[in-house]
């Protein structure tokens, strides 16, 4: 009889967490050293989701490599105050004490101005 509603992993006779499954045969309990089939682990179906990078168009494809050649760094969308480019590239760096903020430099990717900012 059990004693605990035991959910999979855990032993149904005293709730102690089970060993990893052997590859062949029972489970023992390292607690009560009961031995039990490797359906009382239940359906233990683990799920996941894996994120593919986005597609984009040829057309496009040509201008995002001709940014990122140019780019110092990451591109964002970031407006330059010199030209009005909306596209500007960045790179961080600890230049003050550890206790402060970092200090973000970015780059046009039109005129190539530069201006930081610290965090």
Same mark, same amino acid.
């Given at each position: 009889?059990? /004693? *605990?509603?035991?959910?999979?992993g *855990? @032993?149904?006779? @005293?709730? =102690?967490?089970?060993?990893p499954?052997?590859?062949?045969?029972n489970? /023992? @309990?390292?607690n009560?050293?009961? $031995?039990?089939?490797?359906? /009382?682990?239940?359906?233990?179906?683990?799920?996941?989701?894996?994120? *593919?990078?986005?597609y984009?168009?040829?057309?496009?494809d040509?201008?995002?490599?001709?940014?990122?050649?140019?780019? $110092?760094?990451? /591109?964002?969308?970031?407006k330059c105050?010199? @030209?009005?480019? $909306?596209?500007? =590239?960045?790179?961080?760096?600890?230049l003050r004490?550890?206790?402060?903020?970092?200090?973000? *430099?970015f780059?046009c990717?039109?005129?190539k101005?530069?201006? =930081?900012?610290? =965090?």
């Open positions: 009889m059990d /004693v *605990f509603k035991a959910k999979p *855990f @032993c149904p006779e @005293c709730g =102690s967490i089970f060993p499954l052997p590859m062949k045969g489970v /023992v @309990c390292y009560c050293k009961k $031995d039990f089939d490797p359906e /009382v682990f239940g359906d233990m179906k683990i799920k996941y989701t894996i994120h *593919f990078n986005t984009v168009p040829k057309e496009k040509a201008k995002v490599k001709e940014e990122q050649d140019v780019a $110092d760094g990451p /591109v964002v969308e970031r105050p010199k @030209c009005g480019h $909306d596209k500007m =590239s960045y790179a961080t760096l600890q004490s550890a206790d402060e903020g970092q200090t973000v *430099f780059t990717l039109k005129c101005f530069k201006e =930081s900012e610290n =965090s």
